[in-house]
T-cell receptor, first 113, second 117 residues
Framework: DAKTTQPTSMDCAEGRAANLPCNHS???????VYWYRQIHSQGPQYIIH?????ETNEMASLIITEDRKSSTLILPHATLRDTAVYYC??????????????WGLGTSLAVNP | SAVISQKPSRDICQRGTSLTIQCQVD?????MFWYRQQPGQSLTLIAT?????????ESGFVIDKFPISRPNLTFSTLTVSNMSPEDSSIYLC??????????????FGAGSRLTVL
C-alpha cells in the first residue's frame, strides 16, 4: 500500500469546517483512499472512502485531486465530538498479497469551543 | 456494517501469565484481523485470522507469543502469552465484509486495553 503523509495536529473552531489534508503521491491506480478516525479510548471508526471521484456522506466529504496524489477530508460543521485522531490510508489490490495497512500517526484534530 | 464485540474491554494482568481476547461478529465476515496499538502509537497488524487454518502473522509477530483461533466466520480469539510489561497495549479486532478488499470497509471492535504489571 502507498504511504501517506498527514500533519501531526490541527485545530478547528466549533461550527466551522475542518479541512484535513493527506498526501499520497505514490498511490497506484487500484488503490482507494480511506479515512478513519479514532476517538480517545475507542477503536477506529470508518468515515469515508473514494477512488477517483469526490465523495460525500452524512459524516464528511472527501475531495481527491485529479492526479490522485492528495486528498482532503472535510468535516463541514465540526463539533466537540469530532475531536479525534484522523487517519488517511490507501488500500487496494489483492487481499492475499496486500493485507498490511500502513496507518501512520494520523492528524490529531482538536475542535475548540 | 458488521458489529463487533470484544471481551474483555480491559484487564490488568501479572507478568508471565496469558490472556485470551475474544472477538465476536454479528454476521459472517470474509477476513478478520488482529491489531495492536501501543501507548501513543498507531495501529500495527499482528495477524490475519484464517477460518479453519493457521493464522498468517506479520513480521515481528509469532504464533507462540500470539496464538490465534478462528473456528468459524463470526468468531476469533487472540491470546497474549507469557506477558511482559511491553505487551501493555490496546488489542483490536477488525473485519472486512465482501470479497473486494480494496473497496470494502474495515470495521473495528472497541478494543481490549491490556495492562501488564
Amino acid at each position: 500500500d502507498a504511504k501517506t503523509t498527514q500533519p501531526t495536529s490541527m485545530d478547528c473552531a466549533e461550527g466551522r469546517a475542518a479541512n484535513l489534508p493527506c498526501n499520497h503521491s505514490t498511490i497506484s491506480g487500484n488503490e482507494y483512499v480511506y479515512w478513519y478516525r479514532q476517538i480517545h479510548s475507542q477503536g477506529p471508526q470508518y468515515i469515508i472512502h473514494g477512488l477517483k471521484n469526490n465523495e460525500t456522506n452524512e459524516m464528511a466529504s472527501l475531495i481527491i485531486t485529479e492526479d490522485r496524489k492528495s486528498s482532503t477530508l472535510i468535516l463541514p460543521h465540526a463539533t466537540l465530538r469530532d475531536t479525534a485522531v484522523y487517519y488517511c490510508i490507501v488500500r487496494g489490490g489483492n487481499a492475499g498479497n496486500n493485507r498490511k495497512l500502513i496507518w501512520g500517526l494520523g492528524t490529531s484534530l482538536a475542535v475548540n469551543p | 456494517s458488521a458489529v463487533i464485540s470484544q471481551k474483555p474491554s480491559r484487564d490488568i494482568c501479572q507478568r508471565g501469565t496469558s490472556l485470551t481476547i475474544q472477538c465476536q461478529v454479528d454476521s459472517q465476515v470474509t477476513m478478520m484481523f488482529w491489531y495492536r496499538q501501543q501507548p501513543g502509537q498507531s495501529l500495527t497488524l499482528i495477524a490475519t485470522a484464517n477460518q479453519g487454518s493457521e493464522a498468517t502473522y506479520e513480521s515481528g509477530f509469532v504464533i507462540d507469543k500470539f496464538p490465534i483461533s478462528r473456528p468459524n466466520l463470526t468468531f476469533s480469539t487472540l491470546t497474549v502469552s507469557n506477558m511482559s510489561p511491553e505487551d501493555s497495549s490496546i488489542y483490536l479486532c477488525s473485519v472486512v465484509q465482501g470479497q473486494d478488499w480494496g473497496a470494502n470497509v474495515l470495521t473495528f471492535g472497541a478494543g481490549s486495553r491490556l495492562t501488564v504489571l
